[in-house]
T-cell receptor, first 115, second 111 residues
């Protein structure tokens, strides 16, 4: 069974802290994504990666960075957490860039609260 | 730019009612269209997809038809169950890696 796992389901951090969210997939997918999900706004893409050490900015990259040192792992970093980064963070991966096969597989999400 | 518009929720229905969740899109070219579902406390999972005009995607009793003339991909189910309560997202992929997402529609089914 295909799987995307995220390091934490719930996380509480203080303003100014550096926060690491980890995502691991076991499907040998080339593409990995980080989204944030907020009520009424749907999913917004933060960053994505189409290969090891490659990254591309999504729609809302400000305040975030990413790291992909190994194919199966994609990390999201909040350099200095702020209260407006309180949200649900979803990681996803996909196998191919051909639209017909572009199903994304999602992890369970990390609900981050910044106090 | 490309976009997806879904009907606002929540949508509240009684068990065994007929369901329609509207989705319309704006895109150049020939995108693929998707419906994803998010059950409470879980990540999203693909419900169904269609890759070209007039294709019908179906899964778990849900159906959606890719209508290029009306730029729509409405989700339907003939008889909903309490277990269908979830948030439903319409999405399209115009090119390459990314998906363009609708805002999501929360569905509540009452017994």
């Amino acid at each position: 069974d295909v799987k995307v796992t995220q390091s934490s389901r719930y996380l509480v951090k203080r303003t100014g802290e550096k926060v690491f969210l980890e995502c691991v997939q076991d499907m040998d997918h080339e593409n990995m994504f980080w989204y944030r999900q907020d009520p009424g706004l749907g999913l917004r893409l933060i960053y994505f990666s189409y290969d090891v050490k490659m990254k591309e900015k999504g729609d809302i990259p400000e305040g975030y960075s990413v790291s992909r040192e190994k194919k199966e792992r994609f990390s999201l970093i909040l350099e200095s957490a702020s209260t407006n980064q309180t949200s649900m963070y979803l990681c996803a991966s996909s196998f191919s860039d051909r639209p017909s096969y572009n199903e994304q597989f999602f992890g369970p999400g990390t609900r981050l609260t910044v106090l | 730019g490309d976009s997806v518009t879904q009907m606002e929720g929540p949508v509240t229905l009684s068990e065994e009612a007929f369901l329609t969740i509207n989705c319309t899109y704006t895109a150049t070219g020939y995108p693929s269209l998707f419906w994803y579902v998010q059950y409470p406390g879980e990540g999203l999972q693909l419900l169904l997809k269609a890759t070209k005009a007039d294709d019908k995607g179906s899964n778990k009793g849900f159906e959606a038809t890719y209508r290029k003339e009306t730029t729509s991909f409405h989700l339907e189910k003939g008889s909903v169950q309490v277990s269908d309560s979830a948030v439903y997202f319409c999405a399209l992929t115009p090119w390459g890696y990314q998906l363009i997402w609708g805002a999501g529609t929360k569905l509540i089914i009452k017994p």
